[in-house]
Every structure is written in structure tokens, then in C-alpha cells.
């Protein structure tokens, strides 16, 4: 981890101490590991004597409303229901820690206040092709399995921690190891031998597993798991190239009652079938269609996103979008797309 060493770690200790006004940013749709990266952040500036503020692009999924305690409730700006506060929380902070996304434009809405603040920035990710040049200070790291494992081992070295997983908290170890979990898929992917170090530091340092796991992935609503059935067994589409795809248009979402977080984990499942080399579910979403690619080792979601979906990520694991009517006229025509762009990909041996 070439970013994390010693030089780096004063600098960062020393924009906090100097910092009176921080905020805490991550990208849109927030996920798992955004929001217990951006939650932990909150933990342990807090017990650092900082106010800090989280400020988001939209509303946080509800399984994960077990992170948000009360008083930290009251930190959180969502721009979609206050867009001038937001903004204003960014603009005069003289600090911004940016978590879990390469460049502003991966924050939406918040992109525009991140450009007109004045802040010293901080990046922690650990996506392909940060743009180091927006950011005071960058901890940039792509093998790792979440930006929450790579706040963990920065955190850890702090002299305030000092490598004590104990001294962390119990809240904002809660908050890391949920981050790791989800962005894992529970360890199912993306896991490193520093992935694995973590979870034993948290676990030796008394953070419940089993509650999290419990909060994760058994507070679904009913609706989930019946959207989930007729995803599998009526919307799954694989192709000859050994491609798995669902297309959820926004009646079926609005039918099933779909809330932000629903369908996660749905994208891995069809991974599960032997000659499925790659998954995507594309998600109805406005005027635009979100995208998301997981593939077996061998072949490469985040080529296929950056070629054909307008995305990136990691190699088996990304996420793209696709907007109407600049690449697609509507929800109908996005099967075609699929089946002919990754055909195209998967034959063309320069995308190999």
C-alpha cells in the first residue's frame, strides 16, 4: 500500500487537526462501503474532538439504517431533500474527505460545490484512474477490497489508533468491517490477504459479526424476495457468450415497491451458473439506465463498462450507465444492446 506511509499519515493527521469545518462526501446511490467508510470517517473524527458533517447525493438504503445512530442522524445532508444546505456544508468546509470515488463527477449533484469549495481535499479509494490532481492528499489503492478496508488500515496507523484495532471504537469498527462485508459480497469476492488481517483485528477487537450479518441480509422486506423470483425465473436472459442478463424496467420496480438497496447482490447471482462468464442488471433509473457488470476471473467487467456502458471499476466487479437517447431510445432496446456490444467484446480478441 505505497500511499499509506508515514509522510502520508502526518499530512492527513495534521489536515484534521488544523481543519474547523469538515464534511465527509461519497459518491451517489451510496452503498454499503460508502456509507461504513463514510460513517466510520464520522466516528472517528468525532472522537477526535471534530463536528464533522456527511453529506450525501441521495437517501442511504434502509438496511443500513442500523449505522445512522441519533446523533449522527443529525450530521447527515441529503441533497435530493436539502440541496442549498448541502451545498453549503461543502462549499465552506475547509476540509473534505472524499470516499469511495475517483473524481467529482461520481457524486452528481455534488460534483459543482466540490469544484467551488475552497477546501483542502482528501481522497480515499480504490478505484481504477483517480484523478489525484483534484485532491490535496490521495490514498489510492486498488487492491483492496473496499474503500472502508483501506480507511481501516490508514486509520490504523495513526497515532492515535496505533495499531490497535480496540482503540477504533466500537462504532466506527462496526462500521468498517459492514463496509468490507458488503463490498465483498461476504467475502466472495475481492478478497485479500489484508481483507482478511482486518476482519481478524475487528473480530479480536470484540466487533459483532453476526449482527451485522443479521442486519445485512435478514431485514429485507418480503417484496425483495418475491422481486427476486420473478427476476430469476422470468427476466433472466443468457446468451450464447455465456452472458446473464436482467432488465428491470421502472412498472416492475414500482410494482414490486423497489426500494434504493433491494436488488443489491442480485447482479452476482447468475455467476452461480457454470458457463456464465459475465452478469449484468441493468436498473430503470429516470432517463437513464444503471448498469451493473460482474464477471468470472478471466474476463474483465471493467473493460467491458469502460467500452460499452460508460463506466469503469475493478476487473470483475463495475458499473456504467446508460442514458436515453444518447446511447438507447428506451428500457426496450437495452436486451439488444446487451447481447450485441458484449458479444462484440467477448469475440474481439483486443478487449481479451
Known sequence: ??????????????????????????HMKPDGDAIGSATAMYHFLSN????????????????????????????????????????????????IICLDFNAFHRTDRLERPLEESEGRKILIDHHLNPA????????????ISSASELLYHILRNTSAIGNDATRL?????????????????NFANSVFPSTLHMASDLL?????????????????????????????????????????????????????????????GFVNMPLSIADVRMSILAKEDNDRIRISIRSKKGTSANRCARAYF???????????????????RGINEVGEYIERTTHTFLNDETHI
Request: charged letters at 25%; hydrophobic letters at 35%; proline letters at 3%.
Open 48 to 95: 477526535s474532538g471534530k463536528s464533522p458533517r456527511i453529506i450525501l447525493n441521495d437517501p442511504y438504503p434502509s438496511y443500513l439504517s442500523f449505522l445512522i445512530t441519533p446523533g449522527l442522524s443529525e450530521d447527515i445532508y441529503i441533497f435530493e431533500d436539502q440541496p442549498e444546505a448541502a451545498s453549503k456544508e461543502i462549499i465552506d468546509s475547509d476540509l
Open 204 to 264: 479480536a477487537a470484540g466487533t459483532d459479526r453476526d449482527f451485522i450479518l443479521n442486519r445485512l441480509y435478514n431485514q429485507y422486506s418480503e417484496n425483495r424476495l418475491r422481486l427476486m423470483g420473478h427476476m430469476m425465473k422470468d427476466l433472466l436472459k443468457i446468451t450464447g457468450d455465456g452472458v446473464a442478463y436482467i432488465v428491470l424496467d421502472r412498472y416492475t420496480q414500482e410494482e414490486y415497491k423497489t426500494a434504493e438497496g433491494d436488488t443489491e
Open 169 to 185: 471504537g466500537e462504532k466506527c469498527a462496526q462500521s468498517l468491517m459492514t463496509g468490507m462485508t458488503t463490498d465483498t459480497n
Open 1 to 26: 500500500m505505497k500511499d499509506i506511509n508515514s509522510g502520508n499519515i502526518c499530512i492527513f493527521e495534521s489536515m484534521i487537526d488544523k481543519a474547523e469545518h469538515i464534511c465527509i462526501v461519497t
Open 132 to 143: 489525484r490532481e483534484l485532491f490535496d492528499l490521495s490514498f489510492s489503492e486498488t487492491e
Open 310 to 328: 460508460n463506466g469503469g471499476g475493478h476487473e470483475n466487479a463495475a458499473g456504467g450507465r446508460l442514458t436515453i437517447p444518447e446511447d438507447i
